[in-house]
């Protein structure tokens, strides 16, 4: 299933729609097995200390995919649980090495355990289930509701600050309820063994909670690595908006304001500021806003929003060197024309964030039309000027889908909108400073089988400052 994207380059450029100027590098990979058809929303980390490549996602319940030569070839590696398939809605972060001085059933020294989080389907529904492994994914150890709230939970989403064993990783996950909609964020200080109390981040910040009441999608937790610091996104409308279109229920609402919460280390107090408020003819909910931190403290957020036009979708960046206190005036990333949804980044030394996106040369694609989509991969090194520079590239070889993307979430049923991609795609940066991408790959059918593809894109300049290239996309496996 290996596309060797170089030998594929001339066919790229004939018959895709360029991301800019620059050639297409590096490769890409199936990721998840040819028999599965409906994989989508991958989430990928990296083991910055080896090279391994993680890959989770959605199939009918949670898969879990490893690479040990920099994503070429993938094992699967399923998480067995005797309470059946979870639901979906994965993430997975790597943490600190593996607490066990030789070799035992269920644990290798010398590797790092990595944590995997989902929605549950039993013996609680729609609660966090976390599961992780010390052996590469031999075995997990599996919570089944390591985070419960009775109004139920959407959207977890995970973050490690690794300790110096497994054992004393502090892990956190974040989500909103299914009513009144609050961010909702509880922590582990044992590696996942236990959860301490969750903190409803909203009501310890009147003006986030007053604006954010009742309709939010949460967009992402993440730590500083040097710090432990951490950072967790929203976005949403207004209070108007919020209580008379439908409040968390039809998603009717243009999502105009982006907000982000920092907690200076354990998750318990949080301050919470506004990154952006586009205005309520503007909406930001295509359909989630992503974030990072750099080596340098700077936290940086972007999303997808028609600021331009009604039909101009466009990718938004800024970013905030004092905690998330207060931000940059908004930048437009992407230099082509179309339709961008889904951007998610990850950042490495100061200043450097690696962005991926799905864009489209039609700015109202349908089904109808077939309109095709592409991965676009971008970078900016000076992050933190008021004025960044982003340089783009193509990521993926030909057209990954065609049609229309729904971004209302579990709502596109009512419109019968096309969900075939689900709502996300992902990116990592690997020990070498290039960058690991996974997006969910349809090809040119028009509702056609999904699956998962991963790329390792060389095309731009090493997100890491001094890092071995050398290193880039490969594993702990020569």
């Known amino acids: 299933m290996r596309r060797t994207l170089l030998a594929l380059l001339a066919i790229a450029l004939v018959g895709a729609v360029p991301a800019g100027a620059s050639d297409i590098l590096g490769f890409t990979e199936e990721v ?4 599965e058809t409906n994989a989508t929303e991958p989430y990928i980390d990296i083991d910055r200390t080896d090279g391994t490549v993680w890959v989770a996602w ?12 920099g994503g070429r070839s993938f094992v699967q590696t399923p998480i067995v649980d005797v309470s059946g398939n979870d639901i979906g809605d ?3 972060a790597v943490g600190g090495p593996t607490p066990c001085a030789t070799p035992t059933a269920s644990c290798l020294p010398g590797t790092r355990r990595v944590y995997v989080t989902s929605l549950e389907r039993l013996p609680l529904p729609l ?5 992780y492994s010390d052996d590469r994914g031999a075995h997990w150890t599996i919570d089944d509701v390591a985070a419960v709230n009775p109004s139920f939970i959407d959207r977890p989403w995970l973050a490690v600050y690794p300790g110096t064993t497994a054992s004393s990783d502090r892990v956190y996950i974040a989500y909103h309820d299914f009513t009144v909609s609050q961010i909702w964020v509880s922590t582990s200080n044992d590696g996942g063994a236990t959860f301490g ?13 007053v604006t954010s009441f009742c309709n939010t999608i949460p967009s992402g937790i993440e730590v500083d690595r040097d710090t432990g610091e951490v950072y967790v996104e ?5 209070p108007v908006a919020n209580t008379t279109q439908g ?3 039809t998603q009717l609402e243009n999502f105009h304001q982006v907000w982000v919460a920092h907690s200076p280390a354990g998750g318990l107090v949080w301050d919470a500021h506004l990154v952006a408020d586009t205005g309520p003819q503007t909406n930001t909910d295509d359909i989630f806003a992503t974030l990072a931190v750099d080596r340098g403290g700077n936290v940086y957020s972007v999303f997808a929003d028609n600021i331009i036009a009604p039909d101009h979708f466009d990718i938004w960046f800024s970013h905030s060197s004092d905690k998330a206190a207060t931000w940059s005036q908004l930048v437009k990333v992407n230099s082509d024309k179309g339709t961008h949804f889904f951007p998610w980044i990850a950042a490495g030394s100061a200043g450097r964030v690696d962005f991926v996106w799905l864009n489209s040369p039609d700015y109202t694609p349908s089904d109808a039309e077939e309109s095709p989509w592409y991965v676009t991969f971008a970078q900016t090194t000076n992050g933190t000027s008021a004025t960044p520079k982003f340089n783009q590239t193509s990521a993926s070889s030909s057209v990954m889908h065609v049609g229309g993307i729904c971004t209302n979430g579990i709502f596109c049923t009512a419109n019968d909108g096309n969900r075939d991609l689900a709502d996300s795609i992902s990116i990592a940066i690997d020990r070498g400073g290039s960058a690991g991408l996974v997006w969910t790959d349809q090809g040119r059918v028009l509702h056609g089988p999904t699956h998962i593809t991963y790329g390792c894109n060389t095309s731009q300049q090493s997100a890491i400052a001094g890092a071995n290239s050398g290193l880039s996309c490969k594993g702990p496996v020569k």
């Not at 998840?32 to 028999?35: F, G, V």
């Not at 929203?234 to 207004?238: E, F």
């Open 32 to 35: 998840s097995p040819e028999s």
């Open 58 to 69: 959605q199939a009918s319940g949670t898969h879990v995919a490893r690479s040990d030569d």
């Open 90 to 92: 994965v993430d997975i």
């Open 127 to 131: 609660q966090v289930r976390l599961a």
């Open 197 to 209: 109390p969750q903190v409803d981040v909203l009501a310890q910040n009147g003006l986030a909670e």
């Open 234 to 238: 929203w976005i949403t409308a207004d």
């Open 247 to 249: 409040c968390n229920i």
